[in-house]
């Protein structure tokens, strides 16, 4: 018998990692759009999901920006039904006319589809394929953006968008891999021509950026990166945590926040707690900005009677006797 491909065997691991621990007894949905990185998860997912008693499924996603997408989506499911996955869906979605740019766009587009599949099909999760070479790219344009901690903790390997698992076997993965995988099972990907695009910032971070690096520091940069990203994860996740709790004991019988007890607050947990407490006020998640929240944090540690700070979704908070509170409009 022939030796497994060790690329192969590394997806394969990848996966087996991942759904050994999954509970629910439903479907696990491979999220694929037929490039090498989803093709190489879907194909090892097929192999390892009965395995482990478990049924395993596939979700692709029309977009229709490109011609031919809706053959292409078909071509997806056709060969998905022909190694055994079940069910397969290929679903059409509608990009134009939704807010923010296009690949921000087609991304909402994209998570809506998988999440009211997922729900239709009561799966347990869906897998997306992202590998380690995505991640050190996610890291390298959310400090480019000066994101912060939460933007440098790049994709996490699970999280819940609506109540539905998001799993990410192949953070730990490179895409090299995921190519010589599919090479190796005589698979041919789609190569998304959106990806050598370089109208998009991650576009121009795959052909240029973490190549240079790669010449500069050597390959181990990418698992570097990767590995930057998991640390900073977990010292967020433990952040929020106290965050959540410090935001409990500020809260006041009369409303709004209690200055003194945020002001004995660490900074990086005192500004957790002000960027979670403007999201349950209503202030829109996406337009929410370092400014606005260090601004509200302006009103706990540099008071000087300023006024109200503006919210994104029209709201106005305000440093009235002691205590931070949402105001009305004038």
Not at 42 to 65: E, I, M, W
């Amino acid at each position: 018998m022939a030796a497994l491909a060790p690329p192969v065997a590394a997806v394969r691991v990848a996966v087996r990692r991942v759904l050994a621990g999954l509970t629910g007894d439903g479907p696990v949905l491979v999220a694929c759009s037929g490039g090498a990185d989803s093709l190489a998860l879907a194909a090892a997912t097929a192999f390892v999901a009965p395995r482990l008693g478990r049924r395993a499924g596939l979700v692709t996603v029309d977009h229709g920006l490109q011609p031919g997408s809706a053959e292409r989506a078909d071509a997806v499911a056709r060969w998905a039904v022909g190694i055994g996955l079940d069910p397969v869906d290929a679903v059409p979605v509608t990009v134009a006319g939704r807010p923010g740019g296009p690949e921000a766009a087609a991304r909402e587009a994209r998570y809506q589809a998988l999440v009211a599949i997922a729900r239709r099909r009561a799966a347990a999760a869906v897998l997306l394929g992202h590998t380690r070479d995505d991640q050190a790219e996610t890291v390298l344009l959310a400090l480019a953006r000066g994101a912060g901690p939460r933007g440098v903790a790049g994709m996490p390997e699970r999280r819940e968008l609506d109540g539905v698992p998001l799993l990410r076997p192949l953070l730990g993965v490179g895409r090299d891999d995921t190519r010589k995988a599919c090479a190796a099972l005589g698979l041919t990907p789609w190569e998304d021509p959106h990806n050598a695009d370089p109208a998009y910032a991650r576009a121009r971070v795959r052909s240029d950026a973490l190549p240079a690096l790669v010449r500069a520091l050597g390959p181990a940069v990418l698992d570097n990166l990767a590995r930057t990203a998991r640390m900073v994860a977990a010292d967020t996740a433990a952040l929020d945590g106290l965050a959540a709790a410090a935001l409990a004991d500020a809260g006041s019988p009369a409303g709004g926040l209690a200055v003194d007890a945020l002001a004995a607050l660490p900074a990086a947990v005192r500004t957790r707690v002000l960027h979670a407490w403007a999201r349950e006020l209503g202030a829109t998640p996406a337009a929410l900005s370092h400014r606005h929240v260090a601004a509200l944090d302006a009103l706990v540690t540099e008071w000087h009677g300023q006024g109200a700070v503006h919210l994104p979704g029209g709201l106005r908070v305000a440093r009235r006797a002691g205590r931070l509170t949402r105001v009305d409009p004038c």
